[in-house]
């Protein structure tokens, strides 16, 4: 796969940037400044998207520096969410996992070039025999071959197994060499827990916990297994309302390969690891990682745009180095961002299906890293949609494609929605003509195009660029 096809694919991808600045430059970080304008831009978001809640941490230098919550975690009882409550952390926690495997690389108890096959039982061992060995690289970063995995079950049938063992993947198979091609993988990831676990002898839970979180001051004591007490303090999941309604309940369910993103945290927590993320390995005065480990994990691999657990990318016009990751389950969500030269960051966590950021920036993380840099903000112009006939939102529904990048379009109400390689995350299109759409709290357009009386060609433009999606179905 060449550089050129990757960057193309990116851009697809919709992963857009805005310029960041270095923390040494002039501009005085104003912390009022700062809650009131997010403050604003928050309750605005809630309510325009039909989202219930959001609490949000930001981290600047080595302090997280405010942490808020907004909505409702019930909507039918109107209970507040607080600073307190616990949302699922999603894939956002998939770079956590890989900060394990750094841990034990750091101890000399494995080699990232090693095969993984070397570490795993005969059951796993043989899922995996090839010509050429899958690396703990090659699965951190995404590029191991393996299927996507992950499925949720229902809540109330949750059977957590005690141990990542063969039966937790027993869907796991190579489909493909190692390094040919880049294919998210939950599997992936979950594999990599299941090594943390067999190379340290903890289980993963009780590893992640007393090496990663306790170091950095989190005091969420059982993220995988939730204990009564978090319960209580969980936020239930709904489908946003976007500008078409309330909020209304979501069923409650569970990933099925738990390293991968089935985590349960507050913002804060969260926040605290970016810190570290942020400042080469320590925050706070705990050290997790050396800073040459924290570099190789946010170093993109074969020529694409993703380390270990984070999608990142270079600003052209500073050098500044954007990392960021979503994470998504039914009825939640959670996005982290941070800027590494100027040591900022956001993490924020919603009980809604709606994911301001699927498509970076949205203009809740645009403001809030801008201001934590001591820059000004200056609030854009706010796009409203138009009404479009539903007969012609009909025609467009359908998948798109370039390579193997799809972009399914369906209907959410009286709107059109879109839903990017297969993620969860589902996001509403604003239409500005009848062929012509926008997403909602973003700079990208997606204009409907086709020759004798159907709809043949989805163009995405995007930072000054256009990919045309060729219709499948």
């Known amino acids: 796969m060449t550089r050129r096809y990757l960057r193309e694919l990116s851009l697809?991808?919709?992963?857009?940037?805005?310029?960041?600045?270095?923390?040494?430059?002039?501009?005085?970080?104003?912390?009022?400044?700062?809650?009131?304008?997010?403050?604003g831009l928050i309750e605005k978001t809630l309510a325009e998207n039909g989202?219930?809640?959001?609490?949000?941490?930001?981290?600047?230098?080595?302090?997280?520096?405010?942490?808020?919550?907004?909505?409702?975690?019930?909507?039918?009882?109107r209970?507040?969410?607080?600073?307190?409550?616990?949302?699922?952390t999603g894939s956002s926690f998939k770079s956590v996992t890989a900060t394990a495997v750094m841990q034990l690389a750091e101890q000399g108890k494995l080699k990232l070039d090693d095969p993984i096959t070397r570490?795993?039982?005969?059951?796993?061992?043989?899922r995996l025999q090839g010509p050429k060995p899958v690396t703990f690289t090659d699965l951190l970063s995404h590029w191991a071959g393996l299927a996507n995995g992950a499925e949720t079950k229902p809540i109330w049938g949750r059977t957590l197994p005690k141990t990542l063992d063969a039966i937790t993947f027993a869907g796991l198979n190579a489909v493909r060499?190692?390094?040919?091609?880049?294919?998210?993988s939950n599997f992936g990831i979950a594999v990599a827990g299941l090594l943390v676990q067999k190379i340290s002898g903890m289980e993963y839970e009780q590893y992640i916990?007393?090496?990663?979180?306790?170091?950095?001051?989190?005091?969420?004591?059982?993220?995988?297994?939730?204990?009564p007490e978090m319960v209580e303090r969980m936020a239930l999941p709904y489908k946003a309302g976007g500008s078409l309604g309330q909020p209304v309940p979501e069923a409650q369910v569970h990933f099925d390969v738990y390293p991968a993103g089935d985590?349960?945290?507050?913002?804060?927590?969260?926040?605290?690891?970016?810190?570290?993320?942020?400042?080469?390995?320590?925050?706070n005065g705990h050290r997790i990682l050396s800073k040459e480990s924290v570099l190789a994990m946010h170093k993109p691999r074969f020529g694409g745009d993703y380390g270990f657990g984070f999608w990142m990318i270079r600003d052209s016009a500073t050098g500044d180095t954007l990392i960021h990751h979503g994470g998504a389950i039914q009825g939640q969500r959670a996005f982290l961002i941070g800027d590494v030269n100027a040591r900022v960051g956001a993490y924020y966590m919603t009980n809604s299906d709606f994911l301001p950021d699927a498509a970076p920036p949205s203009e809740l993380t645009d403001a809030a890293l801008k201001l934590l840099r001591g820059e000004d903000y200056v609030p854009k112009a706010q796009r409203k949609g138009i009404v479009v006939d539903e007969k012609v939102l009909n025609s467009y529904v359908g998948t798109y494609a370039v390579g193997p990048a799809t972009i399914a379009i369906t209907r959410v109400g009286r709107a059109l929605a879109i839903q990017q390689n297969g993620q969860s995350a589902i996001n509403e299109l604003l239409a500005e003509s009848p062929t012509r759409f926008f997403q909602r709290a973003s700079n990208i357009t997606f204009t409907f195009e086709g020759d004798g009386g159907s709809i043949d060609r989805l163009v995405v433009e995007a930072g000054g660029k256009r990919q045309t999606a060729v219709r499948q179905k």
């Open 263 to 283: 985590i349960y945290l507050r913002a804060e927590d969260m926040a605290r690891y970016l810190g570290a993320q942020l400042n080469g390995g320590v925050f």
């Open 209 to 227: 916990v007393e090496n990663v979180l306790k170091p950095l001051g989190v005091t969420t004591p059982h993220p995988v297994y939730p204990s």
């Open 79 to 88: 209970t507040p969410a607080t600073t307190e409550t616990i949302y699922s």
């Open 119 to 126: 570490y795993l039982g005969d059951s796993l061992k043989d």
């Open 51 to 77: 989202i219930p809640s959001m609490s949000i941490a930001l981290v600047r230098g080595d302090s997280i520096v405010w942490k808020a919550a907004f909505g409702y975690t019930n909507m039918r009882t």
């Open 177 to 184: 060499p190692p390094e040919t091609k880049w294919e998210y």
């Open 12 to 39: 697809l991808l919709l992963y857009v940037f805005p310029g960041s600045a270095a923390i040494a430059q002039p501009g005085r970080f104003d912390l009022e400044k700062t809650k009131r304008v997010l403050t």
